[in-house]
């Protein structure tokens, strides 16, 4: 099966972007993690600074029952359109994981709030490139 990995906004700087925050290990490294953890299935993992591109993949992922892993980076905190999106995947059934890098919630007053969460299977923050691998261990699991 091919597992959706979609990262928003700013996520393509990753190894150079506050490192203090968000480590030094960039997207690649990030595909390479996840590859190693695929146990045959695809992993494709895309990022976009684009809302209407990411918008586009979850449609994508409601027509092709994907499993999708999604760091909404920013548009976490305000887009609707994208929790629109991200609600007609669980709506039909499908699985998606909310993943951030840091713990949004040790962070500013306005990272304390997510839209997807509420339209989300469920949600891994704070773990690093881990909270990746550890999501894809569930969707490897729901799909065993
Ligand atoms: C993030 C947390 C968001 O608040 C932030 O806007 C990001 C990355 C994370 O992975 O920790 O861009 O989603």
Excluded: C, M
């Excluded at 993943?99 to 949600?123: D, K, L, M, Q, Y």
Aim: glycine share 10%.
């Amino acid at each position: 099966t091919r597992v959706l990995v979609l990262n928003g906004p700013n996520l393509g700087r990753l190894g150079s972007r506050e490192p203090d925050v968000y480590g030094n290990q960039d997207l690649d490294a990030l595909r390479r993690l996840l590859d190693g953890s695929a146990d045959g299935h695809e992993i494709d993992l895309r990022q976009t600074d684009d809302e209407a591109e990411l918008i586009g993949w979850l449609h994508e992922a409601v027509d092709s029952s994907s499993p999708v892993i999604l760091n909404p980076a920013a548009f976490t905190h305000y887009s609707y359109a994208l929790r629109d999106a991200a609600a007609q995947v669980t709506k039909a059934g499908g699985t998606l994981l909310e993943v951030h890098i840091s713990n949004p919630h040790a962070r500013e007053e306005f990272r304390h709030t997510s839209v997807i969460s509420g339209v989300a299977t469920g949600v891994i923050a704070g773990l690093g490139f881990d909270g990746y691998v550890l999501a894809l261990e569930y969707v490897k699991r729901k799909l065993a």
